[in-house]
Structures are given as C-alpha cells and as structure tokens.
C-alpha cells in the first residue's frame, strides 16, 4: 500500500508536469507545475516515513505513460480529467475510511480541484477568461470521450454475451446462436445509438434556451450582470476590488461576457455543446457494437461446445481489458480490477446460460 501511494504521487507529479509543459496559457501552465511540486513534496515525504529511497521511485508508471500517450493523441484535458478523477476517488476513500473508524473530518480530505484553482486565483494577474478556462476544463472531467468509449465496449460486450451465451445454453451452441447474436448487436446498438442522439439533442435544445434567456439579459441589464459576475469572482476568494476590475474587462466584449456567464452561473460548458448529435449516435453505435462482437465472432465460424468456449475465452479477455482499462481513470490495481470485471461478466453469462439450458430442456 505504501509503495503504491508514493506511485500515485509520483504519475501525478509527473502528469502534471506534461500538462505544465504542454499549456500554451502561461498563469495556467504556472498553477500546473506548482501542482507538480506539490505531488512530488508528498512522494517524497511518504518515501521516508516508508524508510524508502526515493531516487529509485521516479519513473512514472505503464498508467501515467498511457496517459500521457492519450493526451498527445487526443489533447491534455483528457489527462486532467483522468487526474481529476483519480484525486475524488482517494478522496472518497480516506472520508469513508476516516467515517468508518469514527475519525473526525478535517477538511483536508477534498480533492486537488480545490487546491488548483485556489492557487491559480492567487495568482496576481489571473483575469477571469483564465479562471473561466480552467474551470471549464475541470467541471467537465469524467465525461470524456476515451471514459465513454470504455464503458460503451463494456455494454455492447457484457448485454450480448450474456444473450448469445442464453441462447446457447438452450441450443447446446448450434442452430439460431449466430443469428441472435447478430439481432442482439444490432438491437442493442440501435438503442445505444438512438438514446444518445435524444440525450445529446435534448440536452443541446434546453442549453440553447437558457443561452439565449442569459444573452437577453445581457444586452438589457449589462450592469447588473457585470455585478453578478463580480459577485461569483467575490465568492471565489478573489479580492472586491480585483474581482470588479475582471468583471469590467470582459464585459467589454459581449460574447466573451456571455460565455463566461453561461459558464459561471448557468454551468454549462458552450464548447460541449459544439457536438453532433448524429455525431454521438454513431460513436455510440460503433463503440457498442465493437463489444457486442466479440462473442459471435466464434460461432461464424463453428458451432456447438467449441464455438461456446471460444466465446467465452474471447469474451473473458475482453472483459479483462476492459477492466484494465478502466483503471486510467481510478487508479485502481489492474489485476484486481481486471478480474473483478470477468467475475462479474462470466457470472451474468453463466445465469443465462443455466436458464437457456432449463428452456432448452423444457421445450425439447
């Protein structure tokens, strides 16, 4: 346990240092490489309360670097989220331990996002468009494509194993399996497909709404919205005085005033809603159908017990990646979590597979 908090500290000392190295925004930048320091001063501390020699815990972990490999990929707010993510999850568990042993919370146990931007509203030339900028990032951590595309492989894997695996238990793996495997993937993948079309549409439309309410307010009550925004700037812990300054600046320019106050007090993200609905739906197919696939592929090309145990180790491996997978964003150890996901998988394919053999038995 030891070892691995001092790994933690350590892929988060160095992730912070990529995001330093790769934000064009320099107060930005500044806030990420004292995060930096921050995470290295606790390794280093939990390195000699563990009477451990820190110069050989340095090197990041496959974790850290697959992160960081994303983050050149896809860009690096996919690398603050993941931090993010990783930093509610301790979080979490310190105030369910402390709980649980009846120990007193003092407070210390919130997450990084706190400290952050606390460091960055210390900053003496922040502006709000800086404050804004990084708030956007970490309010909309967790909800990022590389998440969604684990967890759409995860149902699209798991709804159709478990259907293909009923079926073959009633057809002891031979007429009828491929077949329905196929209907279920396109069924279940319509479904994803067509729930997220409505999800990200009636999302967008609501938004849109209270975007344009939020503009009319704008252009008919200017100074009472330049005082608003220099309330939430107050409330932040910036200075009265400096707080007013932000707000006077940025309402020079209208949009730029209305993005942030859709931002601040509404908290919706205008980038987020940039996004295709049709866009979502077919990612949303194509992720669910990937997963759906792996346990028909066996029975396309034979059938009967051997098609059944090929799934099921096709099905088995899958479920372990997914699993590791997930751990980029928890944290958690691979193996564990790994397992855990074919347990959990292997066991809802196993149920329906007894009842598919009660029916087969029945109706034969």
């Avoid at 995001?19 to 320099?26: G, N, S």
């Avoid at 930093?87 to 003092?106: F, G």
């Avoid at 106050?261 to 940039?274: D, F, S």
């Amino acid at each position: 346990m030891k070892n691995k908090n001092i790994q933690t500290e350590i892929d988060a000392c160095f992730l912070y240092g990529k995001l330093a190295e790769h934000e064009t925004d320099p107060t930005i930048a500044n806030v990420y490489r004292q995060m930096s320091e921050i995470e290295n001063g606790h390794a280093v501390a939990f390195a000699k309360k563990a009477n451990m020699s820190y110069e050989n815990l340095i090197q990041p972990s496959w974790r850290a670097k697959t992160l960081n490999t994303i983050g050149k990929i896809f860009g690096y707010d996919y690398v603050l989220g993941a931090l993010m993510d990783t930093e509610k999850s301790i979080s979490n568990a310190v105030i369910t331990a402390k709980q649980k042993n009846k120990k007193e919370l003092t407070g210390n146990e919130s997450n990084h996002v706190t400290i952050l931007r606390t460091i960055l509203e210390k900053e003496k030339m922040v502006t709000g468009t800086q404050l804004s900028k990084f708030e956007s990032r970490h309010r909309s951590v967790g909800g990022n494509a590389i998440r969604a595309a684990v967890l759409g492989g995860n149902d699209g894997l798991v709804s159709n194993f478990s259907l293909v695996m009923g079926i073959a238990g009633a057809t002891a793996g031979q007429e009828g399996v491929l077949l329905a495997g196929l209907a279920g993937l396109l069924a279940g993948a319509l479904s994803m497909a067509l729930g997220e079309w409505i999800s990200v549409k009636s999302s967008q439309e609501l938004y849109e709404n209270q975007m344009q309410i939020e503009m009319e307010e704008l252009e008919t009550n200017p100074e009472g919205e330049a005082k608003e925004l220099a309330l939430i700037y107050i409330a932040k812990g910036i200075p009265e005085e400096q707080a007013y300054q932000m707000s006077s600046d940025i309402m020079k320019d209208k949009n730029l005033a209305h993005d942030i106050l859709v931002r601040e007090e509404l908290g919706i993200n205008a980038e987020e809603l940039k996004g295709s609905a049709v866009e979502a739906a077919v990612y949303s197919f194509i992720l669910f159908s990937i997963g759906a696939v792996i346990p028909v592929i066996p029975f396309m090309f034979t059938n009967g017990m051997k098609a059944i145990l090929i799934s099921v180790s096709m099905s088995a491996a899958g479920l372990f990646l997914i699993g590791a997978a997930i751990t980029l964003f928890t944290g958690k150890n691979v193996w564990y979590s790994g397992l855990r996901q074919v347990f959990f998988g292997l066991a809802a394919a196993a149920v329906t597979f007894g009842i598919g053999k009660l029916i087969g038995v029945s109706v034969s």
